[in-house]
């Protein structure tokens, strides 16, 4: 079956359960997503009456695409990891030594459906942990409902992108949500950068599917990671702390080796 017979039935399946559609072409014209267990997993989100509108897409990656939709008014994202061609490998290297997950098979659509649960998982520590993310709503196999970050069904700009008033008070907050979120959430993010954080009233930590407890094996080399990645952007804009001055409030332990650099 091709994906636009898929996605001819969803839509009578849709239109039967009486959801609306906005901007159906941008949708038809991501065939790739909507394979047959994408459609019945946001077949079952809507008839749980998780969703009344799902609409275009918000933002397109090389693991998933996240599309705009309501519910009874209230804005929200939908996040499809895509089956077919998501890089399940590079999931299954962040899966393998979380606890959390131990007893996935190795399978593509095993890991991908891992991955989803994950996500949710994470943000819902995160937000628990008091730091601003967007709120998980609900997963099923591929497709993560969450809360959307924006106004007027705008989403709001990447951090690469945004307009600062004071960078010198943005990088303060950001290095703050690193140690709060390894302290009180227990996760490394695994994947910071100015791409996976948002620019609202406030920073918004996104994208936190890779995102690792903090007695994963490889988390204090994402530690690091994620350190080194904030300082080298925010050096643009102001002065940055040492990377293992950092580190070393994050965790209590030293760092060694690192060399570190205060850039000005």
Same mark, same amino acid.
């Given at each position: 079956?091709?994906?636009?017979?898929?996605?001819?039935?969803?839509?009578?399946?849709?239109?039967?359960?009486?959801?609306?559609?906005?901007?159906?072409?941008?949708?038809?014209?991501?065939?790739?997503?909507?394979?047959?267990?994408?459609?019945?997993?946001?077949?079952?989100?809507? =008839?749980?009456?998780?969703i009344s509108v799902i609409g275009g897409p918000i933002s397109t990656g090389k693991e998933a695409n996240v599309f705009y939709a309501e519910n009874d008014g209230a804005p929200l994202a939908i996040k499809i990891y895509r089956i077919r061609t998501a890089n399940f490998k590079a999931m299954g290297e962040y899966l393998i030594g979380d606890r959390r997950f131990s007893g996935i098979r190795k399978k593509r659509k095993d890991i991908i459906f891992a991955w989803t649960r994950k996500e949710y998982s994470n943000?819902?520590?995160?937000?628990?942990?008091?730091? +601003?993310?967007?709120?998980?709503?609900?997963?099923?196999?591929?497709?993560?409902?969450?809360?959307?970050?924006?106004?007027?069904?705008? +989403?709001? +700009?990447?951090?690469?992108?945004?307009?600062?008033?004071?960078?010198?008070?943005?990088?303060?907050?950001?290095?703050?949500?690193?140690?709060?979120?390894?302290?009180?959430?227990?996760?490394?993010?695994?994947?910071?950068?100015?791409?996976?954080?948002?620019?609202?009233?406030?920073?918004?930590?996104?994208?936190?599917?890779?995102?690792? =407890?903090?007695?994963?094996?490889?988390?204090?080399?994402?530690?690091?990671?994620?350190?080194?990645?904030?300082?080298?952007?925010?050096?643009?804009?102001?002065?940055?702390?040492?990377?293992?001055?950092?580190?070393?409030?994050?965790?209590?332990? =030293?760092?060694?080796?690192?060399?570190?650099?205060?850039?000005?």
């Amino acid at each position: 079956m091709s994906a636009d017979d898929d996605l001819e039935r969803f839509d009578r399946r849709l239109a039967e359960a009486g959801i609306r559609i906005k901007d159906a072409d941008q949708m038809k014209v991501r065939g790739d997503v909507f394979d047959e267990v994408t459609l019945l997993a946001l077949y079952k989100l809507v =008839t749980r009456k998780l969703i009344s509108v799902i609409g275009g897409p918000i933002s397109t990656g090389k693991e998933a695409n996240v599309f705009y939709a309501e519910n009874d008014g209230a804005p929200l994202a939908i996040k499809i990891y895509r089956i077919r061609t998501a890089n399940f490998k590079a999931m299954g290297e962040y899966l393998i030594g979380d606890r959390r997950f131990s007893g996935i098979r190795k399978k593509r659509k095993d890991i991908i459906f891992a991955w989803t649960r994950k996500e949710y998982s994470n943000l819902s520590r995160t937000r628990d942990a008091g730091l +601003p993310v967007p709120a998980p709503i609900a997963f099923d196999r591929n497709i993560l409902v969450m809360e959307f970050l924006g106004v007027d069904e705008i +989403p709001y +700009p990447q951090l690469r992108i945004a307009e600062m008033e004071d960078p010198e008070a943005v990088y303060r907050q950001i290095t703050g949500y690193i140690r709060r979120l390894y302290n009180d959430a227990r996760l490394v993010h695994g994947d910071l950068s100015e791409y996976n954080i948002l620019m609202g009233d406030l920073p918004y930590l996104i994208d936190m599917g890779q995102a690792v =407890t903090d007695d994963h094996p490889r988390a204090l080399s994402f530690l690091v990671r994620d350190i080194k990645n904030i300082n080298r952007f925010f050096s643009q804009f102001c002065d940055v702390r040492d990377e293992k001055e950092i580190f070393e409030q994050v965790t209590g332990l =030293t760092l060694r080796g690192s060399g570190n650099k205060k850039d000005g």
